[in-house]
């Protein structure tokens, strides 16, 4: 099955997963979104508010500061997949429960498996603990480790630097240096470089300037 599909089946199956009790508060949830030959895969912690409302991930003020650390590391959302350790919100965005995290880890690793991704970024420190357990995130930040069959990069979540401000410069420093280590763990894995997506905004600029 092409990758397209398989992630499209995954976010059907999340649409209606009853797995845990955060269902029974969902308006919507979020599977995830992005190109199924992303390079790079950002795995934050859960829905939020907005998040909730709209069925998309980081849409609210965090989803805005991603887009300009995005853009610090010349990318942009048509170039990775996003999504989260949990796919439903967790209650007044409250830490989401171990039994949470088992219920949506299935489908993760789906995703992660389909996509194939040479980095994945974590964002805060939920979702570092699944690929690097009982570590402060404040110590290995931004730092590119080996897990399995690629390379893992924890960061803090863009969340993080709206509440405590002087966090803001290490969190421009870690994307700032995205291109280069990807670089590297192109090298590292043998892999070519995809080709960048066109986001879906400079396809409308393209399309009206024919008028």
Known sequence: MPAEQTLARIAKEVE?????????????????????????????????????????????????????????????????????????????????????????????QRQIETINPSIIVTLGRISMGKFFGNVKISAVHGQMQKVGERFVIPMFHPAAALHQPPLKPSILADFAKLPSQLDEARNALGRKAVKKKESSLKRKEKQMSLF
């Open 16 to 108: 209606v997963c009853t797995k845990c009790a955060l269902h029974e508060s969902r308006k919507k949830s979020v599977a995830g979104e992005g190109p199924a030959d992303a390079e790079i895969m950002f795995i934050g912690e859960g829905p939020g508010f907005h998040e909730n409302e709209q069925g998309r991930p980081f849409v609210g003020a965090s989803g805005k500061f991603l887009d300009q650390l995005l853009a610090q590391a010349e990318l942009t959302r048509a170039d990775v997949f996003i999504c989260n350790v949990v796919k439903c919100r967790p209650p007044e965005n409250r830490d989401p429960q171990p039994e949470e995290l088992s219920a949506c880890d299935e489908y993760l």
